[in-house]
């Protein structure tokens, strides 16, 4: 482990500390915003999704027989899970939270 922080105190990150692409309800500024044309709704979803998970197999440098465990099976660490697997790891794992409110 690199012991590197993933974000910094004052970051919003859109599907991290506030409502993301698959909330029902999501607030976005206008710069980030673009329109999709003709992309079905069903595809333009997993757009983000998609960039984040292909980011990241170019940094995991997976080995062919690799094992590999994921933390996160949302949407991102499904996609992930998938393109790990097609770049030759032999067994991939995910590991996941069920988060509730206290109180």
């Known amino acids: 482990m690199r012991r590197k922080p993933l974000l910094c105190e004052n970051m919003t990150a859109f599907g991290g500390n506030v409502p993301g692409g698959f909330a029902e309800y999501c607030r976005y ?10 992309l079905p709704d069903l595809e333009a ?18 080995e062919v027989g690799s094992r590999v465990l994921l ?14 697997k097609m770049n030759g790891a032999a067994h991939v794992g995910g590991l996941t939270c069920e988060w509730q409110m206290m109180g």
Not at 29 to 38: N, R, S
Not at 71 to 81: D, E, K, Q, V
């Open 29 to 38: 500024p206008a710069k980030q915003v673009h329109l999709i044309g003709d």
């Open 45 to 62: 979803v997993l757009v983000e999704p998609a960039a984040c998970a292909t980011h990241g197999i170019e940094r995991m440098q997976i």
């Open 71 to 84: 933390f996160g099976c949302g949407p991102t660490g499904i996609l992930l899970a998938q393109l790990v």
